[in-house]
């Protein structure tokens, strides 16, 4: 690379006074950083980072990027948790590693639970419909860890969901204090502590099937099988980290992508009856309901839009590994990269009137204008492993709450954080009610 490159421009200290605070909102800071420009440096946590708001260029480290980055601090923050798993894997283990989980999840594993995840959804529906006023992004969460329990792990999660949450709320929360060089003492004992409840839980798990292989298809079968070998990839502590692993990358992503979509349906009556009618409609003409969310192409644009509007994981981070040319601008070694979704699907230059939520964007006939700007499951070879597993549970959640129930929200947006995933620190309290029959 020629040396003779410029650095990215910074952000002048004199404009940072007036610009939020990044501890207390990272999404609004960057999107301030966003507005010098597509490269822009800027320091955070005592540490360099450059802000690469230009799909191509995040296009070309996602997709083709080998040596040149690696995990960032963030990604490693987990692995106080998650182990070497998936998340803060590198090379050599990070590929093999990554066949195995793949298989777990493929498309045609997946399409395996719809039956599954449709019961656990009507069940689950009996439970809300008509119960006054709920929190529906904690009413969602319990589906969809029920789901991941089901699903992925064959196993009951309803006994541990406590657990589960406080330890999924303090790995996020401690990743999120990492990222700006805080360190929450306290925080981080009590994670530990119920940590190690849930590894007692987990080791029972994987205990059970430790018997002679069943060729059981769920993922923690998978991962037992392959755990079996005990060499420098595959090890039984490797199986506790992906198990673990799997439960962190998947469980608040899925439900809040969950609660968003049925939240801008709340708020948007003409998006609402169209994708009603079309349900109706596909139901009228024979489809089983737990093929609908398949079947009818509109519930698929309204959980890009969703993804879109409200990408659960809105920051990713990659450290440079050697100096890199940046769009024409050196970016040292070390630096840290910052590719935020959040910014980008809200750039007017990819997606016009960028704060309209309108699902036909990404029909086949406009879609063609979304190009690398969007990036809600990240991209290249280390995109999201699960993302087959979390559009089709939000799908079948989405797709038949709308067809049997009336979902009653505020009109305003809910509050959101940032804690490495999206989060509604206020939930979302709403009244589901029993659809009028047409
Ligand atoms: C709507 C739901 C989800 C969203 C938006 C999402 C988003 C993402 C993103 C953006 C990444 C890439 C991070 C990066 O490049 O630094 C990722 C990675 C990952 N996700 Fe998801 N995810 C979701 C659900 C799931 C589910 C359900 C699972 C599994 C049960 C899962 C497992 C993983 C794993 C294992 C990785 C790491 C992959 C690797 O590095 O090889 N995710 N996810």
Redesign the pocket.
Known sequence: MPTTLPPPPVVPDRERGGMPDPDSDLLRFLEAVAAHGDVVAFSLGGRERVLVNDGTFVARF?QEAGDETR??PI?LATAVVTGD???S?EQPR?QP??RV?QRG?SPRQVRGHLRLLADNTTRWLTGVLDDGEVDLAARVGELTLDN?GDA?FAADFRPVRPLLSRVLAGVLSTAAAANSGRVDQAAQERLHADVVELDAHLARLIAQRSGPATGAGD?LSVLVEAGRRDDDVFSERWVRD?AL???V???D??A??TTMALSLLARHPDVHRALRRELRAARNAGVPDEELCEQVPLVRLVLQEA?RLY???PV???VATQALDVGGHTVAAGCILVFC?WVQHRDPRSFPEPLVFDPWRFSEQRRASVGAAY?????????????H???L??AMIVCLVTLLADVETAQAEPRLEYAV?LRLPDGLPARVRSARRP
């Open positions: 996602l995990r960032a990604n798993g998936l998340l894997s990070w590693r990554r989980v999840l991941l992925v993922v992906e692993t799997l439960i990358a998947g469980h992503t899925t809040l992508l993804l990408p659960p994981v990713l981070h990659r979704p990036l809600p499951f990240g991209g290249g070879r280390r995109m999201c492993a699960g993302n597993l979390a559009t549970q939000a995933s």
